[in-house]
């Protein structure tokens, strides 16, 4: 048995488990009245706080229960937040503003033991700092001063700078500017980054040691590359000292890639080895990065059910634990570096399938792979779904980004970035991208469905059904990958890509019969076909000459150290030696073309499976 069956083996004995510890709570007084003691504590001891309008309320909302079998189903069911198995969220308290006014701990005991008000400690209203807020914003156009605008345009308001980056197509390939046949899309649809100076561009202006700086960078094929890219601009900025300072993700996510997106560029072995290459050095040296995104949302764009979304990429995150294990890397060291990448969209699968993952992935690092608590989180950024955004009458894009906002915050996201209501048509504008990010303030910062309390919306009865509903679901497309082999077998039998195609077909067959109604499309259209006036993003010929022009003068300059750092690179890979160390020698002196055409000479191209 693989361990992927292993992990549905352990999910399945730990629901026994909890039922176990329900009757137990039933039948064993002892253990019940524990459990019960526990419970009050609890209560006892969550902080009141108040409202603007002076409405008191709890930190943290919980089921009125008081039968010790139910106490028992929660506790060990569903977890408080930040507790195993962290159903209702990995951290204690998420979202919440500084407190208005707080009951402490002190005056809770005090009321639970009957003291008189006279005799209880007086306390001042407790002082938080402002925790980091979860909108990640994301962007990339043109070149690379292009989008350091739109970052600092997008930051301006912000007290944490926690940037995402889009490229253009050129170097998701790991493409130079100057190849022949991509001139056109230099600087389209995303950044344009040849080089490690094109990198210091990108983020100049912006500290990146700074623990209120974050840099996400969304690039599987090309990854360890543009992360050696990054670690060598941040050091030409900064020097060599604020390597272990950095934080950010970059996306690094193969499996997705050769499952959904197609932006593979070695084949798979290779492609394995050098992202283990990457994890291995980052785990090392870098503890506030994260070198690997384990991406669902790709797969959602790209037809894919909800419960595939959240098996594929819970499966592919097991296979990966399974490969830097196989390392030797302890699983404890790089299991807190994992995060995770989630779409949302309006299926009702999406009220609870970020919270089913996060409980299958603490089972399944607990159980399986003997990982810790802090290995156990599954950390997660969502995205609104660019698949429901839809062109006729775009501006109830607005409307839909907004209820999948609230699903994402409900599942107890940590990062969230929304879409704008143009993308449909071009590279959003800053008036859109300004409402995009406005929705989530509006949400977070304006309403009081999140600021005041944790557990606000969690724990309904159609939420617990569609738990339910899912987890089995989820459960049975591990086995079928299981029956397969795992999931490289999977890979190489197309299954995954298969059914991600035969959903997408369903998908778009129910929008044309009516089945799945799309509001100003197949349902209350109003007659119009006309296409709204938007100005389109696109790339000046003169920026996209000006990247070739620069290009070409780097590899000039270069052209000595470079062939140098390639021929070391080259010789490394062929060893089977850690290659990361090479790449950030390389990065300093060649281009990502350079780089990707030379390890394409080693190690060969990517071929699609048929």
Same mark, same amino acid.
């Given at each position: 048995?693989?361990?992927?069956?292993?992990?549905?083996?352990?999910?399945?004995?730990?629901?026994?488990?909890?039922?176990?510890?329900?009757?137990?709570?039933?039948?064993?007084?002892?253990?019940? +009245?524990?459990?019960?003691?526990?419970?009050?504590? @609890?209560?006892?001891?969550?902080?009141?706080?108040?409202?603007?309008?002076?409405?008191?309320?709890?930190?943290?909302?919980?089921?009125?229960?008081?039968?010790?079998?139910?106490?028992?189903?929660?506790?060990?069911?569903?977890?408080?937040?930040?507790?195993?198995?962290?159903?209702?969220?990995?951290?204690?308290?998420?979202?919440?503003?500084?407190?208005?006014?707080?009951?402490?701990?002190?005056?809770?005991?005090?009321?639970?033991?009957?003291?008189?008000?006279?005799?209880?400690?007086?306390?001042?209203?407790?002082?938080?700092?402002? /925790?980091?807020?979860?909108?990640?914003?994301?962007?990339?156009?043109?070149?690379?001063?292009?989008?350091?605008?739109?970052? &600092?345009?997008?930051?301006? &308001?912000?007290?944490?700078?926690?940037?995402?980056?889009?490229?253009?197509?050129?170097?998701?390939?790991?493409?130079?500017?100057?190849?022949?046949?991509?001139?056109?899309?230099?600087?389209? *649809?995303?950044?344009?980054?040849?080089?490690?100076?094109?990198?210091?561009?990108?983020?100049?202006?912006?500290?990146? *040691?700074?623990?209120?700086?974050?840099?996400?960078?969304?690039?599987?094929?090309?990854?360890?590359?543009?992360?050696?890219?990054?670690?060598?601009?941040?050091?030409?900025?900064?020097?060599?000292?604020?390597?272990?300072?950095?934080?950010?993700?970059? =996306?690094?996510?193969?499996?997705?890639?050769?499952?959904? =997106?197609?932006?593979?560029?070695?084949?798979?072995?290779?492609?394995?080895?050098?992202?283990?290459?990457?994890?291995?050095?980052?785990?090392?040296?870098?503890?506030?990065?994260?070198?690997?995104?384990?991406?669902?949302?790709?797969?959602?764009?790209?037809?894919?059910?909800?419960?595939? /979304?959240? !098996?594929?990429?819970?499966?592919?995150?097991?296979?990966?634990?399974?490969?830097?294990?196989?390392?030797?890397?302890?699983?404890?060291?790089?299991?807190?570096?994992?995060?995770?990448?989630?779409?949302? !969209?309006?299926?009702?699968?999406?009220?609870?399938?970020? +919270?089913?993952?996060?409980?299958?992935? !603490?089972?399944?690092? +607990?159980?399986?792979?003997?990982?810790?608590?802090?290995?156990?989180?599954?950390?997660? &950024?969502?995205?609104?779904?660019?698949?429901?955004?839809?062109? !006729?009458?775009?501006?109830?894009?607005?409307?839909?980004?907004?209820?999948?906002?609230?699903?994402?915050?409900?599942?107890?996201?940590?990062?969230?970035?929304?879409?704008?209501?143009?993308?449909?048509?071009?590279?959003?504008?800053?008036?859109?991208?300004?409402?995009?990010?406005?929705?989530? %303030?509006?949400?977070?910062?304006?309403?009081?469905?999140?600021? &005041?309390?944790?557990?606000?919306?969690?724990?309904?009865?159609?939420?617990?059904?569609?738990?339910?509903?899912?987890? %089995?679901?989820?459960?049975?497309?591990?086995?079928?990958?299981?029956?397969?082999?795992?999931? #490289?077998?999977?890979?190489? $039998?197309?299954?995954?890509?298969?059914?991600?195609?035969? %959903?997408?077909?369903?998908?778009?067959? /129910?929008?044309?019969?009516?089945?799945?109604?799309?509001?100003?499309?197949? +349902?209350?259209?109003?007659?119009?076909?006309? @296409?709204?006036?938007?100005?389109?993003?696109?790339?000046?010929?003169?920026?996209?000459? #000006?990247?070739?022009?620069?290009? %070409?003068?780097?590899?000039?300059?270069?052209?000595?150290?470079?062939?140098?750092?390639?021929?070391?690179?080259?010789?490394?890979?062929?060893?089977?030696?850690?290659?990361?160390?090479?790449?950030?020698?390389?990065? $300093?002196?060649?281009?990502?073309? =350079?780089?990707?055409?030379?390890?394409? $000479?080693?190690?060969?191209?990517?071929?699609?499976?048929?």
């Amino acid at each position: 048995m693989s361990k992927l069956g292993q992990v549905v083996e352990s999910v399945e004995s730990y629901g026994k488990f909890v039922l176990d510890q329900v009757k137990r709570a039933r039948t064993d007084e002892k253990f019940g +009245r524990e459990l019960l003691g526990r419970w009050n504590d @609890i209560k006892a001891k969550i902080p009141i706080t108040r409202t603007p309008t002076g409405l008191p309320l709890p930190r943290l909302a919980l089921p009125e229960i008081d039968e010790t079998g139910e106490i028992a189903r929660y506790l060990f069911g569903e977890g408080l937040p930040g507790e195993f198995p962290y159903l209702n969220g990995a951290y204690r308290e998420m979202y919440l503003e500084p407190v208005r006014e707080i009951e402490s701990f002190e005056r809770n005991d005090a009321v639970a033991a009957g003291v008189s008000p006279a005799n209880r400690i007086k306390t001042q209203p407790a002082r938080l700092p402002p /925790q980091e807020e979860p909108t990640r914003l994301f962007s990339g156009l043109m070149l690379a001063e292009d989008t350091n605008e739109r970052f &600092h345009y997008l930051t301006r &308001h912000q007290r944490t700078h926690r940037l995402s980056t889009a490229f253009d197509g050129p170097t998701l390939y790991g493409i130079d500017s100057d190849a022949d046949g991509v001139f056109g899309k230099v600087g389209e *649809g995303g950044v344009a980054i040849d080089t490690v100076e094109d990198m210091v561009r990108l983020y100049d202006g912006f500290d990146l *040691g700074s623990p209120n700086f974050s840099a996400s960078m969304t690039i599987s094929g090309p990854a360890p590359i543009i992360m050696a890219m990054y670690i060598a601009a941040a050091t030409r900025r900064f020097g060599p000292k604020v390597v272990p300072k950095l934080r950010g993700t970059i =996306q690094a996510d193969i499996f997705k890639e050769v499952q959904a =997106q197609n932006e593979t560029i070695f084949p798979i072995e290779p492609s394995l080895r050098f992202l283990t290459d990457m994890v291995e050095f980052t785990t090392r040296e870098m503890p506030r990065w994260y070198p690997i995104s384990i991406s669902g949302y790709h797969i959602g764009e790209a037809g894919s059910t909800p419960v595939q /979304q959240a !098996a594929y990429t819970l499966s592919n995150g097991f296979a990966y634990v399974e490969m830097f294990a196989a390392r030797g890397i302890p699983v404890d060291q790089f299991g807190p570096r994992l995060s995770f990448f989630l779409d949302c !969209a309006l299926d009702a699968e999406y009220i609870a399938l970020a +919270r089913v993952s996060r409980r299958i992935w !603490a089972i399944g690092m +607990r159980d399986v792979f003997g990982a810790g608590p802090k290995a156990q989180l599954y950390k997660l &950024h969502t995205q609104t779904s660019g698949r429901s955004l839809i062109a !006729a009458e775009f501006k109830n894009n607005l409307t839909r980004t907004a209820a999948e906002l609230v699903l994402a915050y409900i599942n107890a996201t940590n990062s969230c970035h929304s879409n704008s209501a143009d993308e449909p048509f071009t590279t959003p504008s800053e008036e859109w991208i300004r409402l995009a990010a406005h929705g989530q %303030a509006i949400l977070l910062e304006e309403s009081g469905i999140f600021k &005041h309390t944790m557990n606000m919306l969690s724990g309904s009865p159609g939420m617990k059904a569609v738990e339910r509903a899912v987890e %089995a679901a989820i459960l049975d497309e591990f086995r079928e990958i299981e029956r397969l082999g795992g999931v #490289l077998s999977a890979v190489e $039998e197309r299954y995954q890509r298969s059914q991600i195609q035969n %959903a997408a077909h369903r998908y778009e067959q /129910q929008i044309y019969d009516g089945t799945r109604p799309i509001i100003g499309l197949n +349902r209350y259209r109003d007659g119009a076909d006309d @296409i709204p006036d938007v100005k389109l993003a696109r790339t000046p010929r003169s920026k996209q000459q #000006l990247q070739v022009d620069r290009l %070409a003068k780097f590899k000039k300059k270069n052209a000595e150290k470079g062939k140098r750092a390639l021929d070391k690179l080259a010789e490394v890979v062929e060893r089977g030696e850690n290659c990361f160390p090479s790449l950030l020698e390389a990065a $300093e002196v060649c281009s990502l073309g =350079q780089i990707t055409s030379r390890l394409q $000479e080693v190690v060969g191209r990517f071929r699609p499976m048929v």
